[in-house]
């Protein structure tokens, strides 16, 4: 065997060698490729439902603001609507004629003089005279009201408030959800 052979022979197992370690490597890197590959794809997963449950959580939350959001406009609109009404009412009782207030009054009296037996009538500017000659009861100083009067007892320690003011909102507290109720068709 010459030298020749020889050196082939050891190109050719070398060549072998070369060709099996670079398979091997080739398979090794597919293998780390595979490998990485499934592995991104779990993590690309595990982030895809991370972001999916926390979009939810964020529609979720940002849905329940914009229905608190929504209620509470709907409320301060309809607080608007029964503030506004309520003030239509006051100005109407402002409004009304001499001939149907009178009336009213004559009503509102009888209950003060039973109460009081006498006394001082306090009214707003203008409507003294509606109040002049009753039995055991003077005009006083005006006051600051859309109508009606206060009845004080001489001494001072009773005072029966029946201005149209206070007795409206009395009212209007007392039935505060049934009016509402009436305004808004709810039933």
Request: with cysteine; aromatic share 6%.
């Amino acid at each position: 065997m010459g030298l020749e052979h020889i050196v082939e022979r050891i190109v050719a197992e070398s060549q072998a060698e070369e060709k099996r370690i670079i398979s091997e490597a080739e398979a090794e890197r597919k293998r780390m490729l595979e490998e990485a590959e499934k592995k991104r794809d779990e993590i690309l997963a595990k982030y895809r439902q991370l972001i999916e449950e926390n979009t939810a959580q964020v529609e979720q939350r940002e849905a329940a603001r914009t229905e608190v959001e929504v209620k509470k406009r709907l409320l301060q609109a309809r607080k608007e609507i029964l503030d506004e009404t309520q003030k239509a009412v006051l100005e109407h009782f402002r409004s009304i004629p001499n001939d149907i207030r009178r009336r009213y009054y004559s009503a509102m009296l009888k209950q003060a003089v039973r109460e009081l037996h006498s006394g001082v009538i306090r009214c707003r500017k203008g409507e003294e005279h509606l109040f002049s000659g009753i039995p055991n009861f003077s005009v006083g100083e005006n006051i600051d009201c859309i109508g009606g009067f206060l009845a004080e007892s001489r001494d001072g320690s009773v005072i029966l408030d029946m201005r149209f003011d206070d007795i409206i909102r009395e009212i209007w507290e007392r039935n505060a959800e049934e009016i509402s109720s009436t305004i808004f068709q709810e039933r």
